[in-house]
């Protein structure tokens, strides 16, 4: 079940995570709509009720809301765009320099979420 090559492995991943974010929601889980909800152990379980809260993971200066603020600029234009905007467009408020948006971008680079091609980037074709 799991993908081996790399390439696969993050689109999986990706597409896994996405499941969790609009369908398998731990508040508001939408089974109905889960193309895997039969081989779900959550269901098979009888669908138990969380008896501790869910813990808030902290998201505001983190990596993941560089690489959100970078998805967001290239999924909002249709063709390449500069490196240098790009790295902007992660670059987050509080941050003292670009080194975070710079690991942000290398990290959606090593995931197959982005392409750089020289001094462009774009989502992969």
């Known amino acids: 079940m799991w993908p081996s090559e ?3 492995a993050s689109a999986w991943t990706a597409q896994v995570m996405e499941l969790g974010a609009l369908v398998c929601r731990a508040r508001t ?5 889960c193309p895997v909800e039969a081989w ?13 809260p869910l ?3 902290r998201y505001v200066g983190t990596d ?30 509080q941050a003292a320099d670009d080194s975070q948006a710079r690991r942000a971008l ?6 197959h979420l982005v392409t750089i091609e020289g001094e462009r980037v774009s989502l992969p074709r």
């Open 106 to 111: 290398l990290a959606l680079e090593r995931d």
């Open 64 to 93: 993941r809301q560089a690489r959100g603020r970078i998805l967001d600029l290239l999924r909002e234009t249709s063709s390449p765009q500069p490196l240098e905007r790009v790295i902007a467009a992660g670059r987050l408020p």
């Open 55 to 57: 813990a808030r993971q």
């Open 6 to 8: 790399d390439a696969a």
């Open 29 to 33: 889980p939408e089974c109905s709509r």
């Open 40 to 52: 779900c152990a959550w269901r098979d379980a009888g669908s138990p009720v969380r008896e501790q």
